[in-house]
């Protein structure tokens, strides 16, 4: 009989997602184009499993169930590219291909256009998890066609990690929609991953803090309802684990350059088109950038002078460093707020037609930056569908005035310092600029208006003027 699932790739993340789909009651068939990775599956994680390989494409398709079905989960860009012009002429109306990779969404949208005249059907689903999350339920974000999409509903709602209200993926919108919201998943957890690190720092320069103690402070964090996660789960193992070499901690011992592989800068690059402010999520892609510049920063150091800091107190461990906290409260709301509203412009914008409540729900598991906000930010949009900004929303609106002076205290006591907080500095301005009725880009008006007669309008009357500014 013909297997019912076929993969394409054999990476970390293919291995796992066809693993999950077979314990699913998925048989399936890989390919590989290097044929010897394919025969150390089968014979290794893939053995005594409802999963055969084929050495070839014609194989491949001859061995699944039509319409077929078929995941690629190959490198993202000319890889993809080069599996669809392989495989497309094998397949037939009604079967689907499915992108799994990080495609770029323009590049998705680029694809269903040229694939949608051979009469197949084309998905670019984001997968979001690592390779755990693909091996025991991931989060997924599949974009295309609505029949597309049905026609993979129930094995992708098998395979996806499960919440209390469903599994966590769903048919999230036309074209490169998929592809885009995982994209904007990644610009969020860039800013999750910088707000923490920012947190750490403090606690580690400023406060004087060893890595048992910071580790033992996310511990207590991971407990509250704001910031309950997976990332802060992992930052509490991370700073505890020791090298087995020395028993000293491991990440003092890691070189201090962050990567990075697209989707942040994608992230940003897309809100700037949208015109969405983000400066918390900005900022975190900056701090990659800034960390890897490590050369430069080590000669900077000689030639501006080691900081020495004074040990100063930002709360105590037992009240979870109250301030830093409601920094990293903050920052973490700002980049969820800023992360949804790219959503909400593109779902205009590219007529993608988001559903908001949803793409919060499928973050609630298998993916990175799930965590327990994200109940609030689905409730959020529940009850009140038109919500421009999570920030206006009463409980996020809450938080904020709770929270605002930790935050300022944190970027107060960072900036006397010297100790960098970009996340919390941009957090602290973003909502600063947010809540503030007047601000002074009157001046700004008026300048584009003395040099370039740009024109402006007045709070007091209708209408576009222009001033004679310099005689
Ligand atoms: P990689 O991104 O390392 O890709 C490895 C696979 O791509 C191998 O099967 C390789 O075949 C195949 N491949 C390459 Br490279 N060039 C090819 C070509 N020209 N033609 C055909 N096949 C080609 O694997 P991964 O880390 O498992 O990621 C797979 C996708 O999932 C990527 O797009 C990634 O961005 C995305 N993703 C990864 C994660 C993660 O945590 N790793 C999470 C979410 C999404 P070979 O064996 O013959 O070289």
Request: a negative charge; hydrophobic letters at 35%; proline letters at 4%.
């Amino acid at each position: 009989s013909k297997a019912h699932f076929g993969l394409v790739g054999l990476g970390v993340m293919g291995e796992n997602l066809v693993l999950n789909a077979e314990r699913n009651g998925f048989s399936s068939v890989v390919y590989n184009r290097t044929y010897s990775k394919t025969e150390a599956f089968l014979n290794g994680k893939g053995l005594g499993k409802k999963i055969s390989g084929a050495s070839d494409l014609q194989d491949f398709v001859n061995k699944l169930e039509r319409p077929r079905r078929i995941l690629m989960m190959v490198k993202a860009g000319a890889a993809t590219d080069a599996v669809i012009e392989q495989i497309s002429p094998y397949l037939q109306e009604d079967d689907l291909l499915i992108d799994g990779g990080n495609a770029l969404f323009s590049d998705t949208e680029r694809r269903v256009l040229e694939l949608e005249s051979k009469s197949f059907g084309y998905i670019g689903m984001g997968v979001s998890g690592g390779a755990k999350g693909a091996l025991e339920g991931p989060s997924m974000m599949p974009g295309g066609t609505k029949a597309s999409y049905k026609a993979i509903e129930n094995l992708l709602n098998k395979m996806a990690a499960q919440v209390d209200d469903g599994p966590c993926v769903t048919y999230i919108g036309p074209r490169g929609s998929g592809h885009f919201v995982k994209t904007v998943h990644n610009g969020i957890e860039y800013g999750i991953e910088q707000i923490l690190s920012e947190g750490y720092d403090l606690m580690k320069r400023v406060c004087k803090m060893n890595c048992d103690e910071i580790s033992d402070v996310f511990g207590i964090w991971n407990k509250t309802e704001e910031l309950s996660s997976y990332l802060v789960e992992i930052t509490e193992i991370c700073l505890r684990t020791k090298d087995p070499t020395d028993g000293a901690d491991l990440v003092e011992k890691i070189m201090d350059k962050a990567g990075q592989k697209g989707t942040g800068l994608w992230t940003v690059v897309s809100a700037l088109q949208l015109g969405a402010s983000v400066p918390t999520i900005y900022a975190s892609l900056n701090g990659r950038v800034m960390s890897s510049m490590k050369s430069e920063r080590v000669k900077a150091e000689k030639v501006f002078g080691k900081l020495s800091i004074e040990r100063t107190d930002l709360g105590s461990p037992s009240n979870g460093m109250s301030p830093i906290m409601d920094a990293v409260v903050l920052s973490t709301i700002a980049s969820y707020a800023q992360g949804m509203e790219i959503l909400r412009l593109a779902s205009e914008e590219y007529k993608y037609d988001l559903h908001m409540p949803s793409i919060a729900q499928i973050w609630k598991g298998g993916c990175i930056i799930r965590s327990t906000l994200l109940q609030r930010i689905q409730d959020a949009f529940n009850n009140e569908p038109q919500l421009t900004n999570l920030l206006m929303d009463p409980w996020f609106a809450e938080q904020i005035k709770n929270r605002l002076p930790g935050l300022t205290k944190t970027v107060a006591v960072a900036a006397q310092t010297g100790v960098p907080v970009p996340c919390f500095s941009s957090t602290l301005d973003y909502i600063n600029s947010y809540r503030t009725a007047r601000l002074p880009q009157n001046l700004v008006q008026a300048m584009r208006d003395c040099f370039g007669s740009h024109t402006y309008e007045r709070i007091d009357k209708e209408g576009s003027f222009h001033t004679e500014w310099i005689n």
